[in-house]
């Protein structure tokens, strides 16, 4: 069963996997560690905020 163990070092989420790799795919795992990192947060707020990627473009 593979264990992740999240830390959290100056706000960049960090993971150390350990054990055998039990997941049939890398889906199933991403999801995994994605989930330990959001639980593991002790703040109110997201780790990274998330930003526009094109600026609106929208006429005033």
């Given at each position: 069963m593979t264990q992740v163990e999240p830390l959290i070092v100056g706000g960049i989420p960090l993971v150390r996997l350990s054990g055998?790799?039990?997941?049939?795919?890398?889906?199933?795992?991403?999801?995994?560690v994605?989930?330990?990192?959001?639980?593991s947060s002790h703040e109110a707020?997201?780790?990274s905020l998330q930003q526009?990627?094109?600026?609106d473009?929208?006429?005033?």
């Open positions: 055998t790799v039990t997941e049939r795919s890398g889906a199933e795992l991403a999801s995994k994605m989930s330990a990192i959001f639980y707020r997201p780790l526009p990627r094109l600026a473009k929208t006429p005033p």
